[in-house]
């Protein structure tokens, strides 16, 4: 039960695009579509804002989107605004009910 | 509205037990399984396990197998951590969700509860 890959931080200018990379293995990412993303910011509680890989849940801008290729997924944030300065942390599930998050990457916004 | 509303702030000495609450409003609590997620200052997000308050069930990480147990209550609706022999590095935010859009999904979370591990 390894944690998955994350890069430490991205960083990008306001109305860029960036994209964060979640690296897994053929047990968890790359056997099931069950791939989260979570923000969270200084002091709150994660918020859910990609599920099933590449599902928003209602009320998550479509600036955020996701997707899966083999073991790694990955979710691209467009049009880069301050607000999208947070920690970012993908979740995967890796059967028999055992879920695994992401070391977080921290995405700065220049 | 979907709400999970945990207990406060704990202070405990290093080798005492500690038990938080997370007590869930605006659905079935027995529909979904409850996860709970661990966060030491400064660190990232760690998946402790998951309970399901319909048969008690668990599942724990490696991690926290055998040192911590998770229970439901479904006369009032809460799910229980309960964490022993607490070390210093046991000190972090503990948060409980729950998974209502699909499997391992955490939709809703609690507001988090601060263990504090000082002797």
């Known amino acids: 039960q390894s944690a998955l890959t994350q890069p430490a931080s991205v960083s990008g200018s306001p109305g860029q695009s960036i994209t964060i990379s979640c690296a897994g293995t053929s047990s968890d990412v790359g056997a099931f579509d069950l791939v989260s993303w979570y923000q969270q910011h200084p002091g709150k509680a994660p918020k859910l804002i990609i599920y099933e890989a590449t599902k928003r849940p209602s009320g998550v801008s479509n600036r955020f989107s996701g997707s899966r290729s083999g073991n790694t997924a990955s979710l691209t944030i467009s049009g880069l605004q301050a607000e999208d300065e947070a920690d970012y942390y993908c979740s995967a599930f890796a059967g028999h009910r055992i879920s695994l998050f992401g070391g977080g990457t921290t995405v700065t916004v220049l | 509205e979907v709400q999970l509303l945990q207990s406060g702030a704990e202070v405990r000495k290093p080798g005492a037990t500690v038990k938080i609450s997370c007590k869930v409003s605006g659905y079935t609590f027995t529909d979904y399984n409850i996860h709970w997620v661990q966060q030491a200052p400064g660190k990232g997000l760690e998946w402790m396990g998951v309970?399901?308050?319909?048969?008690?069930?668990?599942v724990y990480a490696a991690k926290f197998q055998g040192r911590v147990t998770f229970t439901a209550d479904t006369s009032t609706d809460t799910a229980h951590l309960e964490l022993k022999s607490l070390r210093n590095e046991h000190t972090a935010v503990y948060y409980c969700?729950?998974?209502?859009?699909?499997?391992?999904?955490?939709?809703?979370w609690g507001q988090g509860t601060l263990l504090t591990v000082s002797s």
């Open positions: 309970v399901d308050p319909e048969d008690g069930e668990a």
């Open positions: 969700a729950t998974a209502s859009l699909a499997a391992a999904t955490l939709d809703f």
